[in-house]
Structure formats: C-alpha cells, structure tokens
C-alpha cells in the first residue's frame, strides 16, 4: 500500500524559512510527476509548485522566488524549502505524486495527510 507522508511544518515568524518533506513508501515501481499544494482556512485547494521526474519545475506566481521544490527520486522524497514566508503562506500543505505500484503499472494519484505551516509574529 501506498502511502506519502508529510514533515517539517511548524510556526515560523514573517520573514522565515521552512523545509517540507514528502516521502513516498510502499510498493512503488515508478513515480512521475510530484507537487505541493496548499489550502487555507475558507479556500479552495491550490497549486504551490510541481515537479517532473526529470526535474523540471513549476511554479504558482505567489511563491516564485521564495520556494524551491526538489526530489530526491533514490529516496523516493520531495522537499520544498520555503524562504521569506509571508502570513498568506498560512495553510496545510499537501504533497501528491502520480506513481505506479509496480515498474510497467499505470499511475494513480495520491496524496499525504497535510502539515499545517502557519507564519505569525
């Protein structure tokens, strides 16, 4: 069974940094694409940044600059390192990967628990 799983969230002060990991265990034969979204108290679910299995990156416009998403794909993880946080950077962020349990299999989408990231002074 499949399971992503979130760490690294916490309070942080305006102005401060946060890395988040997500790591992929289970039976897994292959992972393609991975991303962070996040979803604030009253709003919709939205799109942080994604990652493609070779490595190329995108971005919401909100966090350009600031955030950095990567994938270590032996370690079957995604982090996003998160500078200069702003207070609307406050949500539970979610990772999700499209994954194959099995090396030929076809993907499906899954999701972690979330893990609050809240910036207050």
């Known amino acids: 069974q499949v399971q992503l799983v979130e760490s690294g969230g916490g309070l942080v002060q305006p102005g401060g940094s946060l890395r988040l990991s997500c790591l992929a265990s289970?039976?897994?034969?292959?992972?393609?694409?991975m991303g962070w979204y996040r979803q604030a108290p009253g709003k919709e679910r939205e799109l942080v940044a994604t990652i493609a299995s070779v490595g190329i990156t995108n971005y919401a416009d909100s966090v350009k600059g600031r955030f950095t998403i990567s994938r270590d794909n032996a370690k079957n993880t995604m982090y996003l390192q998160m500078n200069s946080l702003k207070p609307e950077d406050t949500a539970v962020y979610y990772c999700?990967?499209?994954?194959?349990?099995?090396?030929?299999?076809?993907?499906?989408?899954?999701w972690g628990q979330g893990t609050q990231v809240t910036v207050s002074s």
């Open positions: 289970g039976s897994i034969g292959s992972i393609n694409a």
């Open positions: 999700n990967a499209d994954l194959a349990a099995t090396p030929w299999g076809s993907l499906s989408t899954y």
